[in-house]
């Protein structure tokens, strides 16, 4: 994917920047890509990444938020998403 036509990552769902860093992932890994290409790559890459960290820490968030208790009131309590 060249860096003119790469969609802005800020406006990415989770699952289309999870869906393209598989894609530059699997470039990278075959090898086949130039130099200063792989650099770019590697750049949209850890951005990408980024973004997703981002999403699945605010999910985790609101996950916790709505969680109830054992006696059905909801309160706030830090949950484990792996």
Known sequence: MAEKDAAPVA??????ALA???KV???LESGEVPLEESIALYER???LRSH???KLKAAEARVAEITRGPDG???ARPVDIP
Do not use: P
């Open 25 to 27: 992932v699997g470039r």
């Open 45 to 47: 890459g850890a951005e």
């Open 20 to 22: 393209e860093l598989e």
């Open 52 to 54: 997703c960290d981002e």
């Open 73 to 75: 009131t909801t309160g």
């Open 11 to 16: 406006g990415m769902s989770f699952e289309a």
